[in-house]
């Protein structure tokens, strides 16, 4: 597929890629089932992130504005400790900064500042987050 995944990273079974390509993933991350990950137009997630069931990462969309309603293609970007809850969204071009959550079922639109938890459709911070993160979630299922 050439993705470059890191040491200690898993993704578990029922993830959907797009295309080979275009994707990597941090040491100790976890993506777990049956997310969507669009990777047409770059898809980076760092070290230390968990990204939740159910999750769809989109990097390309159509121009609504365009009279040909052209595709276009914009990457997305997941720094380290990020969190990603069940069944959200992020949409592309997005950057999830350092430490960032984003809450179950949260559709987020814009960039999400360093530590700022997310959450509502759109996304918007309602609250910051304890900056002492030290963790590793890589981890494996017994039946994923």
Excluded: W
């Amino acid at each position: 597929m050439r993705f470059a995944i890191g040491d200690k990273a898993s993704i578990f079974s029922g993830a959907q890629f797009t295309n080979r390509g275009s994707f990597a993933v941090g040491d100790h991350t976890t993506i777990n089932e049956d997310c969507r990950l669009d990777n047409r137009g770059g898809l980076t997630i760092g070290s230390h992130v968990s990204i939740s069931p159910q999750v769809c990462i989109l990097t390309a969309d159509h121009d609504p504005q365009d009279p040909q309603f052209r595709g276009r293609e914009r990457a997305v970007r997941i720094e380290d400790y990020v969190f990603v809850g069940t069944r959200a969204m992020i949409l592309p071009g997005v950057t999830l900064l350092r430490g960032a959550v984003v809450a179950a079922a949260a559709v987020v639109t814009h960039d999400v500042e360093p530590l700022s938890i997310v959450a509502g459709s759109p996304a918007r911070e309602i609250r910051k987050r304890n900056p002492d993160l030290a963790y590793d979630v890589g981890y494996r299922r017994l039946f994923a």
